[in-house]
């Protein structure tokens, strides 16, 4: 009887690691002046008009929420704070770049009747079940740094119908990454690395998919999990097809280990290494040490060259409210879906004789997936039916210096592409 | 009346033998189909091996003060896995202050030994504080109790040293006579796995020695068998269990040093998986058996490295890697279904009977 523990044990262990699913439903509704199918948000005369952030705000992760959370907190600002009169409140909840995460975020904030729209996820794996929750409660979600192609793919189904997305779609990012290594570094032979999230899959699926067309080898198409520690067996696998390029568009504690082990590898000693955005940060270069030197990245240009002068003042602001340089890539885009809202708000809003303002959701979808033409600091963005905005800008990095306080996108890592 | 073997199968045993078949079936038409396909030479399969053993090793260290607590106490530590951690961490923060003054490099020896000194005693120091804080009190209680008390423990020192040190990680400094290769015996090893693979060898002979040939171990395998009946011998046993945790946390502390140099990130979560996998090692060993720690740890380490590539890859398994701790796990439970009381368990049971 006393091995009897050892199988309780297990099931604690398991339950530890386990989460909790709950979908609540939306009504439909006539109120005040404005009728709509999914719902109505009624704001009182002087209320607050609240958005929603969900985003990795804390762990290991969170300089990708901070930064995009910061985008949002400047939109807010250059507004004055108020929209149609009433003062914008800003609330959230952090998603922790995992699938747990974002059902939870999405969950409480979907019990939330007052949310007129959210901007999040951050990460690809939050959005997926995490979206479909929200626009159940009819709360309509603009991602700022998603990048995951099956989001808004057109068989992506009617339950994220509330989702879009102010980020490039992977298939924009991946095919730039594949013409970058076949046409400037005319490699030949790559090999792949994911690590089973949505956008690590997606990114590795669309390179090979490119460089294959190109007329490139891809040797190996390998996955690891995030938690995985130990590369070495693995690369010592890929070591067998001798790639020129290892590309694996993964995040930071993975990445790290990988690029520190590639080296130590027999058979992987010259050849060239590349991740994606979700690694170019100061974090990485912290987890990669001296390996990183000599590595590519792809990320959004943001360059002065591409993103003009507006982008500049952005800046400025930045450094003024918070006192240091950006965290990561997606603060325009944050700023943009921003904006975005506010402007599909002040279209679909209505007021009565008492000066309460009714907002009808499926009329702010609807005006959201609308938006044309629209003038944001990632360029001009435009909807299409399966809610991909972006005006994606897409340059390939080179880290010169691994040293964390000499981060300076642009200059170190350097910007080599287009 | 003997009736005929045939007659003495249940159901069950049928089920079991096909489960076995099948198991064994694909086990041996994987390796096969890898071993066919010839894409790997011995040179690939040795490295395969050697980094299996260092991170098994790793894992064995661990498993040490899952079994001993066990051993003694019946009871499993789930907070182990963060005394390990804390060990990590402690390595870290010496080892970046050697850094900074650059006698890590000048003095890698002493260095090394120092860093390794510190990190033991902080992992011992910890095992020792939860012991007489969170399970001494409890040790008359039914054993779910402790149990509990344990995963408490293991939420808050991970969350205690989050709140000190931060969520983000930090990373061990890089020591120059650890780069590289050494050969030995014609084949190139990582210097760092080199290190790790001795240090180990040399500590788990240093605790099996303890164990069974001092005054100490003696009095701790007495209490282990049977506490009551050795208090009534004069044996201290508070003292024994006391020894136990130090010991096992001190191996802890060592395996977070080794695993720092080897995997260079340190984090406040980081000994959670190894701490679940060091679980599983002492259980697939025999839980309670030192040296089936020890093999359990190995042999873990070896089948997650060798394990994806001679059994999946065969089978025409794309990303075998990913599949890793399907192949720990699986062993798991085939381990629990056919031998419950592990690799080495049946002597420890039948010597107690």
Not at chain 1, 301 to 317: I, T
Not at chain 2, 71 to 76: C, D, E, K, V, W
Not at chain 2, 316 to 324: H, R
Request: net charge positive.
């Amino acid at each position: 009887m006393k091995r009897s523990r050892i199988p309780i044990a297990l099931v604690l262990a398991l339950m530890l690691a386990g989460g909790q699913y709950f979908v609540p439903a939306a009504p439909a509704a006539t109120v005040g002046p404005v009728t709509d199918p999914v719902g109505v948000v009624r704001i009182a005369k002087g209320a607050p008009l609240t958005i929603a952030y969900w985003m990795v705000v804390a762990g290991p992760d969170a300089s990708l929420g901070t930064d995009t959370k910061r985008g949002v907190e400047i939109a807010i600002a250059d507004k004055g704070g108020k929209l149609l009169g009433h003062p914008i409140r800003l609330i959230g909840e952090d998603t922790g770049c995992n699938a747990e995460g974002g059902v939870t975020a999405a969950t409480k904030l979907s019990a939330n009747k007052a949310i007129v729209a959210a901007v999040g996820s951050n990460c690809s794996s939050e959005a997926v079940p995490g979206a479909p929750i929200l626009w159940k409660a009819g709360i309509v979600t603009v991602s700022p740094s998603n990048t995951a192609p099956k989001l808004t793919a057109p068989d992506r189904g009617p339950t994220y119908d509330g989702y879009l997305r102010t980020a490039h779609n992977d298939k924009v990012q991946g095919r730039v990454a594949a013409e970058f290594v076949y046409k400037s570094l005319k490699l030949r032979k790559a090999a792949t690395i994911h690590d089973g999230s949505p956008y690590a899959e997606g990114l590795a699926g669309v390179f090979t998919e490119t460089f294959r067309k190109l007329g490139g080898t891809v040797t190996a198409q390998e996955a690891i999990s995030p938690t995985d520690t130990d590369m070495r067996p693995m690369l010592t696998k890929i070591a067998a097809g001798r790639p020129d390029m290892i590309y694996y568009p993964i995040f930071i504690a993975a990445g790290g280990h990988i690029t520190r082990q590639v080296k130590e590898v027999s058979g992987l000693a010259n050849a060239k290494l590349m991740g994606a955005d979700g690694m170019f940060s100061p974090d990485f270069m912290k987890a990669a040490g001296e390996a990183a030197v000599g590595m590519y990245h792809s990320s959004p240009d943001l360059s002065p060259e591409a993103l003009g002068p507006a982008y500049k003042v952005f800046l400025d602001k930045h450094q003024k409210r918070y006192g240091e340089k950006p965290l990561a890539p997606f603060h325009p885009h944050a700023y943009d879906a921003a904006n975005m809202i506010f402007a599909a708000i002040t279209k679909v809003a209505k007021k009565d004789a008492a000066g309460n303002t009714y907002i009808g959701r499926k009329a702010l979808r609807d005006a959201l997936f609308a938006t044309k033409n629209f003038k944001g600091l990632t360029g001009t963005l435009t909807c299409d039916r399966f809610g991909d905005c972006a005006d994606p800008k897409i340059a390939i990095y080179q880290t010169l210096s691994a040293d964390p306080a000499k981060w300076d996108p642009g200059k170190n890592p350097k910007k080599v592409y287009p | 009346m003997q009736r005929s073997w045939a007659w003495r199968l249940s159901v069950t045993d049928l089920y079991l033998w096909a489960f076995r078949i099948v198991v064994l079936a694909v086990v041996i038409w994987g390796t096969i189909g890898t071993v066919a396909a010839r894409r790997y030479g011995g040179e690939v399969w040795i490295d395969f091996l050697v980094f299996g053993m260092s991170q098994g090793s790793i894992y064995a260290l661990i498993a040490l003060g899952y079994t001993m607590v066990y051993g003694i106490l019946r009871m499993i530590n789930f907070a182990h896995g963060e005394v390990f951690m804390s060990g990590a961490y402690t390595a870290y923060f010496v080892a970046a202050a050697f850094g900074r003054s650059g006698y890590l490099d000048r003095n890698p020896v002493v260095s090394l030994l120092a860093v390794l000194a510190v990190a033991m005693a902080t992992s011992t120091l910890i095992a020792l504080l939860l012991e007489r804080v969170a399970y001494r009190p409890l040790r008359q209680s039914p054993r779910l109790v402790p149990l509990i008390a344990a995963i408490g423990a293991s939420f808050f020192l991970q969350y205690t040293f989050r709140g000190f040190f931060g969520s983000g990680f930090q990373a061990y400094p890089e020591t120059q006579v650890l780069k590289g290769t050494w050969a030995i015996a014609g084949v190139n090893i990582l210097r760092t796995q080199a290190v790790v693979l001795v240090a180990a060898v040399l500590m788990m002979a240093g605790l099996y020695a303890f164990v069974m040939r001092t005054k100490t171990g003696t009095a701790m395998r007495a209490v282990s068998e049977d506490k009551e009946a050795a208090a009534l011998m004069g044996i201290d046993v508070d003292r024994s269990i006391v020894i136990a945790f130090a010991v096992g946390a001190s191996m802890a502390g060592a395996a977070g040093f080794l695993y720092a140099i080897v995997f260079k990130q340190v984090h406040f979560f980081m000994g959670f998986v190894p701490g679940i996998k060091a679980f599983t090692a002492a259980v697939l060993g025999g839980i309670g058996n030192i040296p089936g720690a020890m093999l359990g740890g190995l042999f873990l380490g070896i089948f997650e490295s060798v394990g994806p590539i001679l059994f999946l890859e065969g089978l025409g398994i794309v990303a075998p890697y990913q599949l890793k701790d399907v192949i720990a796990f699986t062993m798991l439970v085939m381990v629990l279904i056919f031998r419950p009381s592990g690799i080495l368990g049946e002597r420890l049971m039948a010597k107690k009977a």
